[in-house]
Structure formats: C-alpha cells, structure tokens
C-alpha cells in the first residue's frame, strides 16, 4: 500500500470514525504528509492507530486524537497559533495548513531540530519552532489559538490568558487513566467559558504542577 492510499485510509477509517466530520479538517489530515513526520524506522506505522515514541520519552499523537484537536480549535486563515510541544511537527504542520501562523515551543534542541527539518522537507513555511519551556509562558502576544500537546494534571490559567478575544484554548486536564479534553474560549478580558469535548489520556507537559500526593 502506498503512502497516500494508507493516508486516506487513516483518515476515513480512524479519524471520521472518532466523530472528526469537519471537511477542512479532515482535508488537512489527507494532505500533510504524515509519513515524513515520523521516525526513520517507525514510516512503516506513520498512518498507524498508536502513539509513535519520539526521543525524549515523548510521543507522536494518535491520527484520531490529531483530528479532535484541529476540529475543536477550528483554525481559519491569518489565525496567530501558539502551540505548547512541538514533537515532531505534525500537528504544527497541520495547523499552518488550515492556514494559521503557528509559533511552536519545543523544550528539547534536538527535537526542535528534528521538527525544523520535517517541516522543511514537507514544504511547511509558515511555523517558526523556538525551544523553550512552555510551561514558564507569560505572553504578550495574544493568540487567536493556543494548543497544548501534553496535559495538565492542573489547570493553568496563563494559557487561558494568552487568548484574544474570541480566542481558543485546547487542554487535556487531569490525572489518568481519564482525563478530560476541553476547549476554553475567551469571551471578555476576565471571562473564559470551557466546554468539555470527551475523555482521553495523554501524558503531561514537563514541569506542569502535580497534585499533591498523600502518603499514608
């Protein structure tokens, strides 16, 4: 099966099934190369239903959870897009298709590296990855988009804050096995409205705050 066929089939038999049904998103997913976003040794799984491993202990995202991220935010054309864990910058990719400008913080050099080259040889321009800890965030840019790759175990307000007006936030809060997928939405200078989207695990980003644990 070739690369294209195997990529169509991802998105008609993972992705819509996982109710991604939005046209531009799921025209995304069938035109970024995945294949060119994963591992040398793993491009025979680059279409595959798991999460790929990345160095780092770090993990691709699954195609179908790739697809509830781009629906959920709704990216449009001149959108400014922060995403917080670039990987291996297929997700960026597929935010600067649907037509954002995408500022993406990596905190590992060599994965920030890797994503750099990856969107290069897909022909991606318009993302600029910086390697920096998203978690020590305080903007003053405002965002029309910002996309977390990791959880919170805490909701962290500095990312809300990062939103224009109108603005959208994807986070995946909470502690496994379940956690909660929400997207906030900015609706004044203190008024955020949070809607929950469905369940999921994913592993924190590094340095997000934990939960205290109780020792008996």
Same mark, same amino acid.
Do not use: D, Y
């Given at each position: 099966m070739?690369?294209?066929s &195997?990529?169509?089939q =991802? /998105? &008609?038999?993972? /992705? *819509?099934?996982w109710s991604v049904f939005d046209a531009h998103t799921l025209e995304v997913m069938q035109k970024v190369p995945r294949e060119r976003f994963v591992p040398a040794t793993l491009s025979s799984l680059a279409c595959a239903d798991c999460a790929l491993p990345l160095a780092? !202990?770090?993990? =691709?995202?699954?195609? =179908?959870l790739a697809g509830r991220i781009l629906q959920a935010v709704a990216v *449009? &054309? !001149?959108?400014? /897009?922060?995403? /917080?864990g670039t990987g291996s910058g297929y997700l960026s990719a597929c935010l600067a298709t649907m037509g954002g400008q995408v500022q993406s913080l990596e905190l590992y050099d060599d994965l920030a590296a890797t994503a750099r080259a990856n969107l290069r040889a897909a022909g991606c321009g318009n993302v600029e990855v910086t390697c920096a800890d998203g978690m020590g965030l305080v903007s003053e840019t405002a965002y029309d988009v910002v996309v977390?790759? !990791?959880?919170?175990?805490?909701y962290q307000p500095r990312f809300e804050r990062a939103l224009k007006f109108g603005g959208r936030l994807f986070v995946v809060v909470g502690t496994g096995p379940v956690m909660e997928a929400r997207l906030v939405r *900015?609706? !004044?200078? &203190?008024e955020f409205q949070g809607t929950a989207l469905f369940q999921t695990e994913l592993a924190a980003l590094e340095h997000a705050p934990a939960p205290p644990t109780f020792e008996f």
């Open positions: 070739n690369s294209n &195997a990529q169509q =991802m /998105v &008609a038999q993972q /992705v *819509r099934t780092h !202990g770090k993990f =691709m995202l699954t195609p =179908m *449009r &054309a !001149g959108n400014q /897009v922060l995403e /917080v977390l790759t !990791g959880s919170l175990p805490i *900015r609706a !004044g200078p &203190a």
